[in-house]
């Protein structure tokens, strides 16, 4: 039951920010090797995380996971993606917050992020991570979610009428 709002196309939040693709060879490989390796055991409990048949399986088996390895960002955004189906977006909030900034699901858990702030009410939040995400990489998903906030958002808020961004997204 997302409504209006909705993830981009993997490839959006998938793909390199824009700053990683303007660096050179040598420092994408130095920001690759940042991104760490999970050992075998955090592994498994993700994948039983992934094939689990219910949500509280699925939450225990990856918070298990994090526990083995907190670093483990596809974890993180899969516990989001069940705790929003079970429309519990603040431990949703929770579970992506914590991606490092420098990890390149980093965009991703971002925008997830700004998600689950809108569901909260939280919309002075999700406009500012929703505009920070924009400004580095313009993406239509984006701008539907920015104007989809200011809908929600006070007539007098600042940053632009809803029709705008819903008019530049296409």
């Avoid at 705790?83 to 991703?108: C, I, K, M, N």
């Avoid at 925008?111 to 702030?117: E, I, K, Q």
């Avoid at 989809?148 to 819903?166: I, T």
């Amino acid at each position: 039951a997302w409504g209006m709002t909705q993830p981009p196309p993997l490839g959006t939040t998938a793909s390199p920010d824009a700053e990683i693709v303007r660096m050179d060879t040598e420092a994408q490989l130095q920001f690759k090797l940042k991104q760490g390796r999970p050992p075998i055991a955090a592994l498994e409990q993700y994948v039983k995380g992934l094939v689990a048949q219910t949500p509280t399986s699925k939450i225990g088996f990856l918070t298990q996971a994090l526990k083995l390895h907190p670093a483990l960002a596809r974890a993180r955004i899969e516990l989001w993606r069940v705790h929003t189906e079970e429309g519990d977006h603040r431990d949703a909030l929770a579970a992506v917050d914590d991606v490092s900034p420098d990890h390149r699901l980093a965009r991703q858990a971002r925008f997830l992020a700004g998600v689950s702030m809108l569901h909260l009410g939280q919309h002075a939040q999700a406009f500012g991570v929703f505009s920070d995400l924009n400004m580095r990489t313009p993406d239509p998903a984006l701008l539907n979610n920015l104007g989809v906030v200011q809908l929600r958002r006070p007539e007098l808020a600042l940053g632009g009428s809803a029709a705008n961004y819903f008019a530049e997204a296409g």
